[in-house]
């Protein structure tokens, strides 16, 4: 199941060489990871990650994060990159189908 959809594709560079690689953002697959209790209901946060290795051998990774709160709103969305930075921020929303 698809929880977070995003449109677009999105851009990474390698730290090492420059290369920018593309990624389209449907290839991301989401996981429900951790659910919090609050006054508004759950808060659900999502997360997806890739890794890739580029021509010169560097690893790159990146896990980006989603919470969902309240029901329906992304109410923060954040990335984490190692070996590469990504030089677009996705527009995501959720899937409630
Ligand atoms: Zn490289």
Same mark, same amino acid.
């Given at each position: 199941?698809?929880?977070?959809?995003?449109?677009?594709?999105? #851009?990474?560079?390698?730290?090492?060489?420059?290369?920018?690689?593309? %990624?389209?953002?449907?290839?991301?697959?989401?996981?429900l990871t951790e659910s919090y209790?609050?006054? #508004?209901?759950l808060e659900n946060m999502y997360t997806?990650?890739?890794?890739?290795?580029?021509?010169?051998? #560097?690893?790159?990774?990146?896990?980006?994060?989603?919470w969902?709160?309240?029901?329906?709103?992304?109410?923060? #969305?954040?990335?984490?990159?190692?070996?590469?930075?990504? %030089?677009?921020? %996705?527009?995501?929303?959720?899937?409630?189908?």
């Amino acid at each position: 199941m698809q929880f977070v959809i995003s449109k677009e594709n999105y #851009q990474y560079k390698c730290k090492k060489c420059n290369r920018i690689t593309n %990624l389209k953002s449907s290839e991301l697959e989401w996981r429900l990871t951790e659910s919090y209790s609050r006054t #508004q209901g759950l808060e659900n946060m999502y997360t997806a990650s890739i890794h890739s290795r580029c021509r010169c051998g #560097q690893e790159m990774g990146i896990e980006f994060t989603v919470w969902e709160y309240p029901k329906g709103v992304i109410n923060c #969305q954040d990335n984490q990159a190692s070996g590469c930075i990504v %030089l677009n921020k %996705l527009e995501m929303k959720l899937d409630n189908g």
